[in-house]
């Protein structure tokens, strides 16, 4: 296998062959190598102790009920089966998959789903104790709740994507003729969402929407019509689409995604639609910053992605206007510009059938997104009445709260890790398993950093860990949320490795920069502000612990 590509083991009761070569030849990123497993031999191969951890980076394990689960086949024979047995053969398989979880970074599993040809008891096929729906349901469910607390086990709606292929998802000929229970347009669509699950697990979940004003957020140029006369809400279709496009843009809020605006339009009248239509579902306090004039948008898209300290490549631009579209992808080519439906109808459909924000985990902290981030701008603004950055960093009264890595903060911890491009040293991807194994060894320590002030919690934002090997300490990670940079978080994170690095007997602390195409704004920081020393010829950030390293004053630490 190519070792560039992420490399996937695929396990199943039927020959899934076509399966892996379309994920094996899809030239999108990732990029993916599958290996495909013995078909009808689910459990042997999940209970093989050779299959290691290196060997593979995830696996996708995609059964048929009736051919795993014994009791369930009985039952679509029409036996009357107890749902406790069912449910124990089903604990049974979640078992083995926990089990071999443990090898695995991540791991893939379609949940249950049968041809729509099954009718089961019809009318009644959702009774208990009698439904073939009933039972089914609760087996998916139950999976569900085994896998509750495992963090790299991932279920997948299969309902959901045989749907989207049509009624020729599942075709009886193919099961006949080679053992395929699906067709080559179902693959298809569920080898998209094995790249999208990847691609959110490493990370690369888009975090901020830019939208545009006119026939976008609302029907009707307010310049021309006035914010009273816009198409938006009420008892016309196309308000009404333009409404629920709105609360379905509000619902990704509340799942840690930006929203702000770049509009070709009179400042004062774009803002006093926001402000004084009642049919707005947006406030201006949903959006974290906002560019309306009538200036070149690609120029506004970087000024606002400056502001938030957000790269490119965190960017989805929706535009109504292809032209618009086309200036921004030839400008700004990392940034996500899907082409909206020319039916406005299909505005929230679209929106919502999009997989750019899919995440692996939700925290405390993408919940509250948006209100930091406007906290983050009332903070800014607080400088214009200083002299100095001194006395304004003075003024936030910031407290800074230190752990370990705990159950508590280990999977917002994971996401900062797989998420966080600019303020990183090594740019290195874990999952929780990997990050506990790489804990448990007494030379090793990980921090993680809770900062918060006067305007606000910013929650869990730094982390820097730790390796001693002969008196000699290698800050391995150093990682910065990007709505914290810039306020001496850094230089107390290293003040708290330096101080306990002295005590342990460490003489000399070493940082190694791995370069990437996101990461300079934590080598300048290291460069011009860690008081390390620079070793060019290395590309290694050293500092002599017979010298203190001081504590920032304004910062207290909890």
Same mark, same amino acid.
């Given at each position: 296998m190519d070792k560039d590509k992420i490399k996937l083991l695929l396990i199943s009761t039927f020959n899934i062959q076509n399966f892996a070569n379309y994920l094996n030849n899809d030239e999108s990123t990732p990029a993916i190598s599958s290996k495909v497993t013995t078909f009808g031999q689910v459990i042997p191969t999940l209970l093989d102790n050779k299959i290691k951890k290196d060997d593979f980076d995830g696996a996708v394990v995609w059964t048929q009920p009736e051919l795993l689960i014994e009791s369930f086949n009985k039952q679509l024979n029409n036996e009357i089966i107890l749902v406790d047995d069912v449910l124990n053969e089903v604990n049974a398989f979640a078992d083995a998959v926990i089990t071999f979880s443990k090898r695995i970074n991540y791991l893939f599993i379609p949940t249950w789903s049968l041809p729509p040809y099954y009718r089961g008891y019809g009318l009644l096929d959702f009774r208990n104790n009698l439904g073939i729906s009933n039972t089914l349901s609760r087996m998916n469910l139950r999976l569900a709740d085994k896998f509750g607390q495992s963090n790299n086990i991932y279920l997948l709606d299969s309902n959901r994507l045989l749907i989207n292929t049509g009624s020729?998802?599942?075709?009886?000929?193919?099961?006949? /003729?080679?053992?395929?229970?699906?067709? *080559?347009?179902?693959?298809?669509?569920?080898?998209?969402?094995?790249?999208?699950?990847?691609?959110?697990?490493?990370?690369?979940?888009?975090?901020? %929407?830019?939208?545009?004003?006119?026939?976008?957020?609302?029907?009707?140029?307010?310049?021309?019509?006035?914010?009273?006369?816009?198409?938006?809400?009420?008892?016309?279709?196309?308000?009404?689409?333009?409404?629920? !496009?709105? @609360?379905?843009?509000?619902?990704?809020?509340?799942?840690?995604?930006?929203?702000?605006?770049?509009?070709?339009?009179?400042?004062?009248?774009?803002?006093?639609?926001?402000?004084?239509?009642?049919?707005?579902?947006?406030?201006?306090?949903? !959006?974290?910053?906002?560019?309306?004039?009538?200036?070149? @948008?690609?120029? *506004?898209? %970087?000024?606002?992605?400056?502001?938030?300290?957000?790269?490119?490549? &965190?960017?989805? !631009?929706?535009?109504?206007?292809?032209?618009?579209?086309?200036r921004v992808k030839e400008a700004l080519p990392e940034i996500f510009v899907p082409d909206l439906p020319v039916n406005k109808l299909l505005y929230k459909s679209f929106l919502l059938n999009l997989k750019c924000f899919d995440t692996a985990s939700v925290t405390n902290e993408d919940i509250n997104r948006t209100k930091l981030y406007l906290v983050e701008k009332q903070r800014e603004n607080l400088k214009s009445d200083f002299s100095s950055v001194e006395d304004w960093l003075k003024s936030l009264n910031t407290k800074v709260k230190i752990d370990e890595v705990n159950k508590g903060n280990l999977q917002r911890t994971i996401q900062l890790i797989n998420k966080t491009n600019q303020m990183n040293l090594s740019t290195r991807r874990m999952n929780e398993t990997e990050l506990l194994?790489?804990?448990?060894?007494?030379?090793?320590?990980?921090?993680?950093?809770?900062?918060?002030?006067?305007? &606000?919690?910013?929650?869990?934002?730094?982390?820097?860990?730790?390796?001693?090997?002969?008196?000699?300490?290698? %800050?391995?990670?150093?990682?910065?949320?990007?709505?914290?940079?810039?306020?001496? %978080?850094?230089?107390? /994170?290293?003040?708290?490795?330096?101080?306990?690095?002295?005590?342990?007997?460490?003489?000399?602390?070493?940082?190694? !920069?791995?370069?990437?195409?996101?990461?300079?704004?934590?080598?300048?920081?290291?460069?011009?502000?860690?008081?390390?020393?620079?070793?060019?010829?290395?590309?290694?950030?050293?500092?002599?612990?017979?010298?203190?390293? *001081? @504590?920032?004053?304004?910062?207290?630490?909890?």
């Open positions: 020729g998802a599942q075709n009886p000929k193919l099961w006949y /003729m080679g053992k395929i229970p699906f067709s *080559n347009d179902a693959f298809k669509i569920v080898k998209d969402e094995i790249k999208s699950a990847i691609d959110s697990i490493r990370g690369n979940t888009k975090k901020l %929407i830019i939208l545009d004003l006119d026939d976008t957020l609302w029907g009707g140029i307010v310049g021309d019509v006035g914010w009273e006369n816009l198409q938006l809400g009420g008892h016309d279709h196309s308000g009404e689409a333009f409404s629920d !496009f709105q @609360k379905a843009l509000k619902s990704l809020t509340k799942k840690g995604i930006l929203l702000a605006i770049v509009s070709k339009n009179e400042e004062l009248t774009a803002l006093n639609a926001i402000k004084n239509n009642p049919e707005m579902v947006l406030k201006l306090d949903d !959006f974290v910053s906002y560019r309306i004039n009538w200036d070149d @948008k690609a120029k *506004n898209i %970087i000024e606002i992605l400056n502001e938030l300290n957000l790269g490119a490549q &965190s960017a989805v !631009f929706l535009d109504d206007n292809a032209v618009e579209r086309s194994k790489w804990l448990d060894d007494d030379n090793r320590k990980m921090w993680v950093f809770n900062v918060s002030d006067k305007f &606000s919690d910013s929650g869990l934002t730094g982390i820097i860990s730790l390796e001693i090997k002969d008196k000699t300490g290698q %800050i391995v990670d150093f990682i910065l949320s990007c709505r914290v940079m810039g306020r001496n %978080i850094e230089e107390l /994170m290293l003040y708290k490795i330096s101080e306990y690095a002295k005590k342990s007997g460490v003489v000399e602390l070493k940082a190694k !920069f791995i370069e990437t195409a996101r990461n300079k704004p934590c080598f300048d920081f290291w460069k011009s502000r860690s008081k390390f020393e620079y070793i060019e010829k290395e590309n290694i950030f050293f500092f002599d612990l017979r010298k203190n390293y *001081n @504590k920032p004053e304004h910062i207290t630490i909890i």
